[in-house]
């Protein structure tokens, strides 16, 4: 069975700084991968996705991830957070049908 | 890339009444729908899958008679909560694939917010 973990459920990150959300998965192939953003009250926007190539992947708004096989990670990184950028994000693992989600980690921008 | 509409955005219904949620992918023929809900500060949870044309794969411990799902064209994916009850306020969102890619994501639509009085 595929699973998500995201261990940490809420981060308060300062205005500048840098992020990182962590992301582990099980899945019994390659799988592929996904980073999705929600602001409240709103539908997903997709960050990034792995599928295959290059491990380290580039998304929007300045976002990477890696994609680390030998610890089933997916992390999401950005080097420097701004204030838009606190939302729930959710990390996704699946194949060509079914996707399965984490739980989300909420992230507080302060000032 | 490609948009997915989902109509309407919030609703709020009495107690013992239907609601139907549609799903369309505006810009792409969308052989597979899948529909997810979700509870208050939780992830997604997958309902359903609806494939055009035959009948929808539910997940285990969804209701198939309270949930109808139908996905009659290509561009087109309706959920019915029958008999809605408070318990069944939610949020619920709708993703579709494109029919002929087969190395792409899901694209998920804007949700809708159920309200069950």
């Known amino acids: 069975a595929q699973s998500v973990t995201q261990p940490d459920i809420h981060i308060t990150v300062s205005e500048g700084a840098s992020l990182e959300l962590r992301c582990n998965y099980s899945?019994?192939?390659?799988?592929?991968l996904f980073w999705y953003v929600q602001s409240p009250g709103q539908g997903l926007q997709l960050l990034l996705k792995?599928?295959?190539?290059?491990?380290l992947v580039q998304g929007i708004k300045g976002f990477e991830a890696e994609f680390k096989r030998s610890q089933s990670s997916f992390n999401l990184r950005k080097p420097s957070v701004h204030w838009s950028d606190a939302a729930e994000y959710f990390c996704?693992?699946?194949?060509?049908?079914?996707?399965?989600f984490g739980i989300g980690t909420k992230l507080q921008v302060i000032p | 890339g490609a948009v997915v509409s989902q109509h309407p955005s919030r609703v709020i219904c009495k107690s013992g009444t239907s609601v139907k949620i549609e799903c369309r992918s505006l810009?792409?023929?969308?052989?597979?729908m899948f529909w997810y809900r979700q509870f208050p500060k939780q992830s997604l949870m997958l309902m359903a899958t609806?494939?055009?044309?035959?009948?929808?794969?539910?997940e285990q411990g969804v209701e198939k008679d309270k949930f109808l799902i139908n996905h009659a064209s290509l561009t087109l994916s309706t959920l019915t909560v029958t008999s809605a009850h408070p318990e069944d306020s939610s949020f619920y969102i709708c993703?579709?694939?494109?029919?002929?890619?087969?190395?792409?994501?899901?694209?998920f639509g804007q949700g809708t917010r159920l309200t069950v009085v």
């Open positions: 810009d792409f023929q969308a052989t597979t």
């Open positions: 792995y599928f295959s190539g290059d491990t």
């Open positions: 996704a693992v699946g194949g060509y049908q079914k996707v399965t």
């Open positions: 993703s579709a694939r494109e029919r002929f890619l087969m190395n792409t994501e899901a694209f």
């Open positions: 609806s494939n055009e044309g035959s009948k929808a794969t539910y």
């Open positions: 899945y019994g192939a390659t799988p592929y």
